[in-house]
């Protein structure tokens, strides 16, 4: 076949929603921005384990830490489908591990705040998971087989997760003066930066169209922030908090909570680098693999001797 | 209630509780994404059998304790775990050696626990013993791995035996509460368990092409009856902040 019947094929399976599979010819630039894509979500699972794990050692209760525990486990076990999903495109797991260390690959830009008070695991549980699942339930249907599948395994912890984040806020709100404070400034700090984990408006979105087109992305940035901030406003009723926007107010013609300026200067920023903890979460994961290296040849070196204890062996026999 | 069986179950529950906060500080740290998740899950496991030990000695003493009035409000004088359990992580191959120390020496232990004269300690040990298999394994294999892996692995791997086997003979010097565990039948005579936990450090030992630690070396101990290395100080005051500081609340 001809590469323009070859694209020609695949458009149409695109139309048919027939799930584009690893074997099947797909244009580069699909394959690309898949890649980038998929590797930067399994990134962000990783990443996103230092926020939270920060907080494991001094849970307040002991079933707390153990949902704590779990749940960055559960994270851990994410990056793993999702590193697997971008090898099925062609590129190994060191390769995109190395990309984050150097900067070239990006992770969600959420994970660069800091973790400041227990009610921060809540917050992140509520307002950081849900604005994930948001995503997530969208990517269920994405037109990359693996992707798909690996997201709908996903999206059943995260519902999991995001109960327990609500559930940790429930407890505060309903407690002392102090917890209330805390679980509040919590909201507070985690209210924007959740916004702008669905990515910039429409207008200035340069993947959007054409992942609209290849039905990578099944809605847009600015539809799916917008359904997060309807489901949000009325959650947080069940609180007694508040989110921090004066313009926040239900439009009855929309049938839409209207909402005040997300601070783009902040978002480009901490896309840029220059978040909170942009440096020291890179600066985490890149020790941990440097300091991890003696242990990755030792188990190589290892499997490669039983490999060659075990050829002799069966040389032997024969 | 039996002051003793009380004593017995704050130790069980203390030994786990502390080197699953160990285990737990790997979190997003470890050497490869597989190896992450498993300490992790080993921590997890141990958190658990904390917390059914905790449980159960809280409902024994009544006073309205709870598994978090006894986790988090007891001081550093008052916790009964192993010197051991409270080591830091070190490396890899020092956290490793650890978990096989100990997963060895709880493996032993919980055969015999739930053989016991408790039922309630029985069943939270059979039910931790299919953990314990687990850890025993996983942490065997990684001996193996290390001692005959690279130099360099070799080398961290004798570096923390050296480190660590001060603190293994504490584990088979019984406290008071533990004599009477034994002679009550609660629990568990630990000097009973010496040769074979030696034994089974032999083989795993031999396998991974490690020489054995001086087998006679001075052991440290304290830890049992409240009397820790300067560690266990760190961990409580991180473990415990929140409760200390906004006393008698829901979390």
Redesign the interface.
Known sequence: MQIHDLEQHFLSKIAEEIKIEPRDWMPDAYRKTLVRQISQHAHSE?VG??PE?NW???????????IL??K??DE??H??YL?AATETLGTSREETINDLHTGKAKYSSIFNYPTLT?ADMGAIGWLVDGAAIMNQVMLCRTSYGPYARAMVRICKEESFHQRQGFD?LL??S???P??RAMCQDAINRWWWPSLMMFGPKDSDSTHSDQSMKWKIKRMSNDELRQRFIDMIAEQVKVLGMTLPDPDLKWNSERKHYDFGEINWNEFWNVVKGNGPCNKQRIA?RK??WD?????????A??AA?RKRNTQSSTLEAA | MNNQLFNYLLHLADNTLILSHRNSEWCGHGPVLEQDIAITNISLDLLGQARNFYQYAAMLTGNNATEDSLAYLRTEREFKNLLLVEQPNGDWAATILRQFFFSTYQELLYKQLIQCNDAQVAAIAEKGLKEVTYHVRWSSEWVIRLGDGTEESRDRMMVAADELWRFTGEMFIPADYEKEAGISGFGVNVESMQQDWLKKVEAIFEEATLPMPGAAGYMQRGGKEGTHTEHLGYILAAMQYLQRTYPGCEW
């Not at chain 1, 494991?56 to 153990?66: F, G, H, N, V, W």
């Not at chain 1, 300091?291 to 188990?299: I, L, S, T």
């Open positions: 990783i384990m230092l794990g494991i050692t001094r849970a307040p209760s002991l079933k707390r830490k153990a525990i779990a960055v486990q851990a076990g990056g793993l590193y227990w940790i407890s505060l309903k407690g002392s102090e917890q985490a020790k941990a300091e991890g290296a003696w242990v990755r040849e030792a188990a070196a290892y001797k």
